[in-house]
T-cell receptor, first 114, second 113 residues
Framework: NAGVTQTPKFRVLKTGQSMTLLCAQDMNHEYMYWYRQDPGMGLRLIHYSVGEGTTAKGEVPDGYNVSRLKKQNFLLGLESAAPSQTSVYFC?????????????FGPGTRLTVT | ELKVEQNPLFLSMQEGKNYTIYCNYSTTSDRLYWYRQDPGKSLESLFVLLSNGAVKQEGRLMASLDTKARLSTLHITAAVHDLSATYFCATNAGGTSYGKLTFGQGTILTVHP
């Protein structure tokens, strides 16, 4: 089991460029989440999904879009990157209520927007 | 709006000493999670606390939950260098929140010889 994987691990973008971050999990989890981590602020939820084909906004969704076309994948898109989106992005997944929503995290993607 | 506050934010300890990290949250919640993060790494689940009075222990770490006081503690016993990391607590708003977690700011723990 690879668990939760994220692609890419590092990326540098120029302001206005777009990109997609890919999260994949092989644990058959229903729930998937995207967080961003900034110094001194813990992790903040961007978007989440409660199942294939569903997505919902989290705490800081502006400037991001997501899609969950397959149960095992959750994509995070930046349409027009801004320096304020420089951050470390973590994907997580969980079974849901049966496992008390315990979340398993991927290794992270470090994004720099210049 | 759910808020989660940890203190202290920075903790420098000597090996062999005991200390406690506190996690307060602002609204009713039925569960509390503790995670560990090593520098440049991902988050590792330490404890899931699911009810008032819950206590869990793993090695030198013990976590407890008091839902009435909206407080969780992470107690470190006889610290060793390997415990140096950032510790996060997190909770959700309960009900159908689908596990949407709100995290504390994190406590950076450094254990010195």
């Amino acid at each position: 089991n690879a668990g939760v994987t994220q692609t890419p691990k590092f990326r540098v973008l120029k302001t206005g460029q777009s990109m997609t971050l890919l999260c994949a999990q092989d644990m058959n989890h229903e729930y998937m989440y995207w967080y961003r981590q900034d110094p001194g602020m813990g992790l903040r939820l961007i978007h989440y999904s409660v199942g294939e084909g569903t997505t919902a906004k989290g705490e800081v969704p502006d400037g991001y879009n997501v899609s969950r076309l397959k149960k095992q994948n959750f994509l995070l898109g930046l349409e027009s990157a801004a320096p304020s989106q420089t951050s470390v992005y973590f994907c997580a997944s969980s079974y849901g209520a049966v496992s008390s929503y315990e979340q398993y995290f991927g290794p992270g993607t470090r994004l720099t927007v210049t | 709006e759910l808020k989660v506050e940890q203190n202290p934010l920075f903790l420098s300890m000597q090996e062999g000493k005991n200390y406690t990290i506190y996690c307060n949250y602002s609204t009713t919640s039925d569960r509390l999670y503790w995670y560990r993060q090593d520098p440049g790494k991902s988050l590792e689940s330490l404890f899931v606390l699911l009810s008032n009075g819950a206590v869990k222990q793993e090695g030198r770490l013990m976590a407890s939950l008091d839902t009435k006081a909206r407080l969780s503690t992470l107690h470190i016993t006889a610290a060793v260098h390997d415990l140096s990391a950032t510790y996060f607590c997190a909770t959700n708003a309960g009900g159908t929140s689908y596990g949407k977690l709100t995290f504390g700011q994190g406590t950076i723990l450094t254990v010195h010889p």
